[in-house]
Nanobody, 115 residues
Framework: QVQLVESGGGLVQPGGSLRLSCAAS????????MGWYRQAPGKQRELVAR????????DYADSVKGRFTISRDNAKNTVYLQMNSLKPEDTAVYYCNVQTWRPYWGQGTQVTVSS
């Protein structure tokens, strides 16, 4: 079992920045990848970014490349999502995701980009 605790999120103006954090505990040695997904109202949940445990390679959605950065602090078992140059279309609930032999999800945190 893996437990996830998310923090960050909130309301920000267009062009602003936010950082999301997700701390994992429990069976952390079985984690293959950590990442973030988001779901906007009326839309399907989509991958935002992920980082692979072995090697540290990263993947990003095309819509966030160059603006978002995913990173991981292995000592703290925490994954971060630094979001810069935020746009209204980034508004969504953001979910932390951890992949072991099965996926685990955080509780979700709301990100609202609005003036």
């Amino acid at each position: 079992q893996v437990q996830l605790v998310e923090s960050g999120g909130g309301l920000v103006q267009p062009g602003g920045s936010l950082r999301l954090s997700c701390a994992a505990s429990g069976d952390i040695f079985s984690i293959n990848a950590m990442g973030w997904y988001r779901q906007a109202p009326g839309k399907q949940r989509e991958l935002v970014a992920r980082i692979i445990s072995s090697g540290g390679s990263t993947d990003y959605a095309d819509s966030v490349k160059g603006r978002f950065t995913i990173s991981r602090d292995n000592a703290k078992n925490t994954v971060y999502l630094q979001m810069n140059s935020l746009k209204p279309e980034d508004t969504a609930v953001y979910y932390c995701n951890v992949q072991t032999w099965r996926p685990y999800w955080g509780q979700g945190t709301q990100v609202t980009v609005s003036s």
